[in-house]
């Protein structure tokens, strides 16, 4: 009696577990038995148990997260969402055949619709969960939720949801694929997509960026919500983008961890740290020269203050050559650096940073050589691409029909614009003019102001190339745009110094002329 009561107990469980093994069991040998006897055959022969289906709808790409109501459903780097029907014994794509065009129909279903048995869920599992819109409201899916497959492949239109999916059971939905219009009677298992959340799409405004931005708002990174604690506390710390948490993330990490505070979790931290550093930092890069080094050593860093390498003699050494002391002082270069940002020199990239390092290095050298006002000359000119050793009014306009302006920026070229290089009247509508009324009119203007106070002198006198030189050497060296741009006002007031006396003495030689000509005649 006992041992038929445990029977009646046990068969219900035990019979469908033993009944679901041995089918497994017997597919699998009939599958391995079938492979063995195509490769030596070389015939293609499918099996199809009576309790399965050979042939599947397949989601080939994952949905794009997060999905916002109104919002398109797309697959993953804003890719169509792709479909194609596959036979499950091979794993390849049927692509020939009435199935191979088969008409696919998208749905919505439950978030938690799982099936016990894995893949091998019943049609009548698949159609209990699918989701329908609640009352008085829209159909849950709008667009173009049919399509048709072309040699097996197919891809989702422009389809996007209309309700949320808070409301549900699992408060997640899954996307459904199933082939409608069968006239061929074929029996293809549907597909799923793993389970997600739709959320309304005023949530868009505070979705978060993947990647973020230099200059996102910092709530934009993971586990620091818009107006939330955290966001507060950085904010109070003037952290304001995800620029200022990698800066401070690269300068001081215990400090930015401090300022988050226990309430974020270990967890949370790494999250929140992963992805800002996906952040794509753009190629500029900065250069800050130690005090003293007469600019031939210096620490190099981008724009969130990781250190890229540092100069040493005006050489270039990459971080991964340094070792953890020089990286250790190479880090206390660049807090300094951020201390006195006035004296930072940025460069569009390694490029640039390595032609202008050869420069310096060429001019530097040049200085200390016995021949320093030829080869420094000849190295000005390669700067700036016009030469200085014949000044004339037409300088003016060469300097503007230089090439490679944009490679001058660091040199504060903008502020040419601003400057006021025109010549006395009395200049270029007399033939007859006073030469130290011009002097005294130069003086009275501001240009001598941006000279240095050795060049101030009553006795000034630049009548030579070589005083030009001394003039106007070295100026160009890359330095903060403040001390840039008071360089190139002395650089253009003595190029127009310059074109006052010859055009002065052009005139006198006329004048000298005309009694000459005169007594010919």
Request: proline share 4%; hydrophobic share 35%; aromatic share 8%.
């Amino acid at each position: 009696m006992k041992i038929q009561s445990l029977q009646n107990l046990l068969e219900p469980v035990l019979e469908p577990l033993i009944r679901r093994v041995v089918r497994e069991e017997v597919e699998l040998a009939l599958r391995k038995h079938l492979n063995n006897f195509k490769r030596a055959t070389g015939k293609e022969i499918y099996y199809c148990s009576p309790e399965s289906r050979s042939l599947q709808i397949q989601f080939l790409n994952n949905i794009s997260l997060p999905v916002f109501t109104g919002a398109r459903i797309e697959g993953e780097d804003s890719l169509p969402i792709k479909l194609a029907i596959v036979d499950v014994l091979t794993g390849q794509i049927v692509n020939s055949g009435p199935e191979a065009s088969a008409r696919i129909e998208i749905l919505v279903l439950e978030g938690d619709f799982d099936s016990d048995e894995g893949d091998n869920w019943t049609i009548e599992d698949f159609k209990n969960n699918i989701v329908r819109e609640r009352d008085g409201k829209k159909p849950l899916l709008t667009g173009e939720a049919f399509f048709t497959l072309k040699e097996g492949i197919g891809s989702v239109g422009d389809i996007s949801f209309t309700d949320n999916s808070s409301w549900t059971r699992s408060r997640r939905f899954k996307l459904g694929a199933r082939v409608v219009d069968n006239a061929n009677e074929i029996t293809v298992r549907e597909a799923k997509t793993e389970s997600f959340i739709v959320r309304d799409h005023r949530g868009e405004l505070y979705k978060k960026h993947h990647p973020p931005a230099l200059l996102d708002e910092v709530w934009r990174l993971e586990k620091i919500g818009k107006d939330g604690a955290f966001h507060k506390r950085l904010s109070r710390e003037n952290i304001k983008t995800v620029k200022d948490f990698l800066t401070l993330l690269v300068l001081d990490p215990p400090r930015l961890r401090h300022i988050l505070g226990t309430g974020m979790s270990t967890k949370m931290w790494e999250i929140t740290v992963d992805h800002a550093r996906t952040c794509v930092v753009d190629k500029r890069m900065y250069v800050y020269y130690h005090p003293g080094s007469h600019h031939k050593s210096g620490v190099v860093f981008n724009v969130v203050g990781q250190v890229i390498g540092v100069l040493s003699e005006c050489h270039f050494v990459p971080a991964d050559k340094l070792s953890e002391t020089e990286k250790a002082d190479a880090l206390r270069s660049v807090i300094s650096a951020f201390q006195n940002w006035e004296e930072v020199v940025c460069f569009d990239d390694e490029a640039s940073l390595m032609s202008g390092s050869s420069l310096l290095t060429n001019v530097l050298q040049s200085s200390s050589s016995p021949g320093v006002e030829n080869s420094s000359g000849n190295n000005f000119q390669k700067m700036v691409g016009f030469d200085y050793t014949q000044p004339s009014p037409d300088i003016i306009s060469s300097i503007y029909s230089v090439g490679s302006m944009s490679g001058l920026d660091d040199f504060a070229m903008h502020c040419i614009d601003n400057m006021d290089l025109s010549f006395p009247s009395q200049v270029t509508n007399s033939m007859i003019c006073d030469t130290e009324s011009i002097s005294r009119a130069f003086c009275d203007e501001d240009h001598l102001p941006y000279f240095d106070s050795d060049l101030q002198s009553p006795n000034l006198s630049l009548e030579s190339q070589a005083d030009l030189h001394s003039a106007v050497s070295g100026f160009l060296l890359p330095r903060p745009v403040d001390k840039a741009q008071r360089r190139w006002k002395k650089l253009f007031s003595v190029l127009k110094f310059f074109s006052i006396r010859r055009v002065v003495a052009l005139k006198k030689n006329r004048i000298r002329e005309i009694p000459r000509h005169s007594n010919g005649m």
